[in-house]
């Protein structure tokens, strides 16, 4: 006969998944706890925002965003927390996601705000007309980092947490800095305060939380979660942070957690001074923040509306 | 009949080579014409000496301190150079590097002087016997930094070159990166300054030519270079940084070059004042240079001894 594993916190329960890049062999029970209270430390550590003030969830129907909602919930359950979603109007896809997050609200029983990107006069299928053709992530990523500060600023939060993972991060921190783009990876940080009468405070709770931990916390918390993929994702190019990543996370459990610590610790705070953000200014037609007269979004949907006329 | 590819420069011979990562294809007269000018050029822009100024040459036996040499000589036919070699007491091995320096520099008319590390007591096969058993890598990289900054001042250089190539330097560069070695980072410059009386000016003028192009140049103008590997060298381990050079180098050839510009330019000079060099002292025993009060050669000399006399 072969003995499971057992749990190596409860130490009665068969270990069924790992934990910290596997070296934390867990029961499901224990795994969610786990999860849990690594999440509510990150928020504590980097002061991500207090138990008094209201905190909008960024959701989308994917388990990371799922993770994030549920686990705040339950790692502080009498926060005011207001989740916010945006409907992308992509065709097949934004209805399904749609719905997920309302199953998930009406399960941890918060207050949700849905934003119809339609309503706009516009979907993010439309930017496929657009010179983006294809590849619409990216005007996709500047229509929601505006909308979710608009929707933000609506419902009264002045924090806003999302759904970014430690491979994420750890992605772009890498992909940013062998681009040399210093300014934006200063922006990393697990906590970004408002520059800007409009802007939120942006929090990233599952900070250290990698991607097959946010998956397994959904599964084995039964996260109502989205069955499909983003059409438009199909094809996208793996960026070379991610090939890094893998490459160095082989033979290495501790590379992963070695290079947050790395950059948070130590590179972010020596240059984050010597790095100049640009100035923002207001763009002269929504009014929010923006480093030129008219704002990245502005732009944005003044190519699609122009395309959308011509057709 | 298929029609050779002709030389980018000359356009009149078959190209038989390339160079700058895959991207010019050259006959062998016009690679080592780029190879000289290229060499020529890091001088002049690092101000790594002047014409008037005494250079010591490290060489080794091997391709990389070979074509450091040559070049060097062509490029600058009227300096003021001196050959310095180190022979280690490695058995089956250093005889043999120790003849083709002396060829080399018979058919570069160079001033030569040999340092025979077995007339200070010990050689680098004895280090088997320490604690770093069949790892003496760390302690004979030690030992040539001490012995080649003892050469150079007992020669009368103030300036001292050695052949680290492009991969070498990247790879430590990002090894020390992700370790988190940031002194150490700030050291790998292309030249670094003398901080004590005994120290010499450090200058690497091949920090733009990649290990093949070194091997390419050492073929191309014949230099007598080893033909066997250090016996030492055997297994030991392939560091982190070489692996994510390979990785990342693999489709982007222009990926060593901007790393290096990323590094030099805009990293290094950012963090430059940040980063603690310790305080130099001049060690007790020797007078070199030191962070403490006994430098790291005279420790390592101290230890090799001990288990010599044991023995």
């Known amino acids: 006969m072969i003995l ?23 029961c499901p029970k224990c795994f969610i706890e786990y999860f849990e209270r690594r999440v509510k430390e990150s928020v504590q550590k980097f002061h991500m925002f207090t138990h008094e ?13 799922g993770a994030l909602l549920r686990s705040l919930k339950r790692a502080f359950p009498n926060l005011d927390i207001v989740a916010l979603h945006i409907n992308l109007g992509i065709n097949g896809y934004s209805e ?9 609200v009406k399960e941890e029983c918060v207050e949700l705000n849905v934003f119809k990107l339609s309503e706009e006069g516009f979907t993010i299928d439309d930017f496929r007309k657009t010179l983006y053709k294809n590849e619409v992530c990216s ?6 980092r505006h909308i979710l500060d608009r929707m933000a600023l609506e419902v009264g939060a002045k ?6 993972n430690l491979d994420d991060i750890l992605s772009t921190l890498l992909h940013t800095f062998f681009s040399g783009d210093f300014v ?12 800007h009468p409009y802007q939120t405070k942006k929090v990233k709770p599952l900070i250290k939380m990698s991607e097959f931990e946010d998956y397994q916390y959904a599964l084995y918390t039964e ?20 090939k890094i990543l893998e490459s160095l996370s082989k033979g290495n459990p501790n590379f992963k957690y070695q290079t947050l610590s790395l950059f948070l610790k130590k590179l972010i705070p020596m240059i984050e001074d010597k790095v100049k953000q640009p100035n923002l200014m207001s763009c002269i037609r929504c009014g929010f ?8 979004y502005c732009k944005r949907v003044e190519m699609v509306k122009r395309v959308g006329k011509r057709a």
Chains 1, 2 share one sequence.
């Open 289 to 296: 923040p923006s480093s030129t007269e008219v704002c990245a």
């Open 159 to 164: 924090v806003l947490a999302t759904g970014h």
């Open 53 to 65: 003030e209201r905190v909008a969830v960024a959701v989308s129907g994917g388990k990371d965003s």
């Open 4 to 26: 499971p594993i057992l749990c190596v916190k409860c130490k009665n329960q068969p270990a069924e998944t790992s934990a910290v890049e596997g070296r934390l062999k867990l």
């Open 96 to 104: 399904h996601c749609e719905s997920k997050v309302r199953e998930l």
């Open 139 to 144: 005007p996709c990523g500047i229509v929601k």
């Open 223 to 242: 996260i109502p979660i989205r069955e499909l993929n983003c059409p438009h994702s199909i094809g996208t190019k793996s960026r070379e942070g991610k």
């Open 184 to 195: 934006q990876l200063v922006r990393l940080k697990p906590v970004l305060m408002p520059q």
